[in-house]
């Protein structure tokens, strides 16, 4: 009923940029707040993100300043721009989005920094 879609994730430099996207489909309703979390091999996945319905955001220290998230709901749509990036954001990085008490998630997209 409620599709996440990541995307924009790849491999760049430390320092780079990187602009990832979360469209979520399968509703009218309008978009609640939308989350980013990460995930790395062997450990649970942390947020880092989260966007209000009315575009108030919030932000894990990690990714503060080097981080902006902000979402365009004519295009049910949330990103996540990442400046300054690091070896230490190596990871999966997916969108939730929590609808009338249930929680839904997208598939995930790799990020990958290099030395």
């Known amino acids: 009923q409620v599709q996440l879609v990541e995307s924009g994730g790849g491999a760049v430099q430390a320092g780079g940029s990187l602009r990832l996207s979360c469209v979520v489909s399968?509703?009218?309703?309008?978009?609640?707040?939308v989350a980013w979390y990460v995930q790395k091999p062997g450990k649970e996945r942390e947020w880092v993100a989260t966007v209000a319905s009315g575009g108030a955001t919030n932000y894990a220290d990690s990714v503060r300043d080097r981080s902006h998230i902000y979402r365009d709901n004519a295009k049910n749509t949330v990103y996540l721009q990442m400046s300054s990036l690091k070896p230490e954001d190596t990871a999966v990085y997916y969108c939730?989005?929590?609808?009338?008490?249930?929680?839904?998630w997208g598939q995930g997209t790799q990020v990958t920094v290099s030395s």
């Open positions: 939730t989005t929590e609808i009338r008490g249930r929680r839904f």
């Open positions: 399968g509703t009218l309703a309008s978009m609640n707040g």
